[in-house]
């Protein structure tokens, strides 16, 4: 089974630019969370897709937004870009079925973002 | 709210060394505990979860942890370690109940960067 890809795996942007990173969950899960690493917040949770819904969210500013389709591929969006967006983005999918914990999430490689 | 403390940013040790990794939460309800290992330029990877039970919970790769209700801890431990256990570990909880779809919402500890020598 092929796990879950994040493209693009490195992106450079310049501040005030928007950006898109898609994410394509292992085949049959539903469920997609997004998760923003930083050397100096660690990991922080951004958000979770369930059947096109917005699940849950964290505590992060409008800016960033995010989106499922209905084969469970998720986009995530920052606009107005930041120097301090500059992290490594983690997609994590899984079933979504049996409810968190039973269900254990997988993680992709994360797409890296560079804001200039 | 959560909050998880790690308390060592890294840990050298030897090849076929045992190790500790520490990992200290605070809540104000009970709460589900895990161990994440990040391999470099890869994502995270489940290593053992604690739901409810036994209090020594047996993960992949050798590792196990134990989970101390009084000491609010979850230490994970290997009793000899590979130079392939060079990675970056992360302790993360979730309230038992979230209340309001706090799903899949992992608090995680700043990480342990473990360094194992030859």
């Known amino acids: 089974k092929a796990g879950v890809t994040q493209t693009p795996r490195y992106l450079i942007k310049t501040r005030g630019q928007q950006v898109t990173l898609s994410c394509s969950p292992i085949s049959g899960h539903r469920s997609v969370s997004w998760y923003q690493q930083t050397p100096g917040q660690g990991l922080q949770f951004l958000f979770e897709y369930f059947s096109e819904t917005q699940r849950n969210k964290g505590n992060f500013p409008g800016r960033f937004s995010g989106r499922q389709f209905s084969n469970s591929r998720s986009e995530m969006n920052v606009s107005t870009l930041e120097l301090g967006d500059s992290a490594l983005y983690l997609c994590?999918?899984?079933?979504?079925?049996?409810?968190?914990?039973?269900?254990?999430?997988?993680f992709g490689p994360g797409t890296r973002l560079t804001v200039l | 709210a959560q909050s998880v403390t790690q308390l060592d940013s890294q840990v050298p040790v030897f090849e076929e060394a045992p190790v500790e990794l520490r990992c200290n939460y605070s809540s104000s309800v009970s709460v589900y505990l895990f161990w994440y290992v990040q391999y470099p330029n890869q994502g995270l990877q489940l290593l053992l979860k604690?739901?409810?039970?036994?209090?020594l919970v047996k993960g992949i790769n050798g590792f196990e942890a134990e989970f101390n209700k009084s000491q609010t801890s979850f230490h994970l431990r290997k009793p000899s370690v590979h130079i392939s256990d060079t990675a970056e570990y992360f302790c993360a909880v979730t309230p038992q109940w979230p209340g309001g779809g706090s799903n899949y919402k992992l608090t995680f500890g700043k990480g342990t960067l473990l360094t194992v020598n030859p």
């Open positions: 604690y739901l409810s039970g036994s209090t």
């Open positions: 994590a999918s899984s079933s979504g079925t049996s409810g968190f914990p039973t269900d254990t999430q997988y």
